[in-house]
């Protein structure tokens, strides 16, 4: 079960992400081989680090990184990787919201911890 404090934290950056995502696809259709700057590698991985904390506890987990500042990532590398997060976020919100029969209302399931 999910935490209240990983709910509000997924209602938080989830729209950031699709954002993100959006923006990246659309560069990557016009320049797939460009670097991102190291600025963007910090903006981007501090929005990754949050949703980390959102999907810790996830199997979907193992297969999320943080963009390398090192070696900075070309713009089809980071669709690629804001395409799993977006899919782990999806799968998050399926496990721990839905319809609660006795309430007869569409809820997040969390635990009080």
């Known amino acids: 079960m999910a935490t209240?404090?990983?709910?509000?934290?997924?209602?938080?950056?989830?729209?950031?992400?699709?954002?993100?995502?959006?923006?990246?696809?659309e560069l990557s259709k016009k320049k797939p081989?460009?670097?991102?700057?190291?600025?963007?590698?910090?903006l981007i991985n501090r929005l990754l680090e949050d949703i980390w904390i959102v999907l810790a506890k996830e199997a979907d987990f193992k297969y999320l990184d943080l963009l390398v500042s090192d070696?900075?990532?070309?713009?089809?590398d980071v669709v690629l990787m804001l395409s799993q997060y977006t899919a782990a976020m999806e799968?998050?919100?399926?496990?721990?919201?839905?319809?609660?029969?006795?309430?007869?209302?569409s809820r997040w399931f969390v635990s009080d911890r």
Not at 35 to 42: F, G, I, P
Request: proline fraction near 4%; charged fraction near 25%; charge should be positive.
């Open 71 to 76: 070696s900075l990532p070309q713009n089809s």
């Open 91 to 105: 799968r998050f919100h399926s496990n721990y919201y839905g319809w609660d029969e006795s309430t007869r209302t």
């Open 33 to 42: 081989d460009a670097t991102l700057s190291e600025s963007k590698v910090k």
């Open 4 to 25: 209240k404090a990983q709910v509000n934290l997924y209602k938080t950056t989830r729209p950031l992400l699709d954002a993100l995502y959006k923006e990246m696809q």
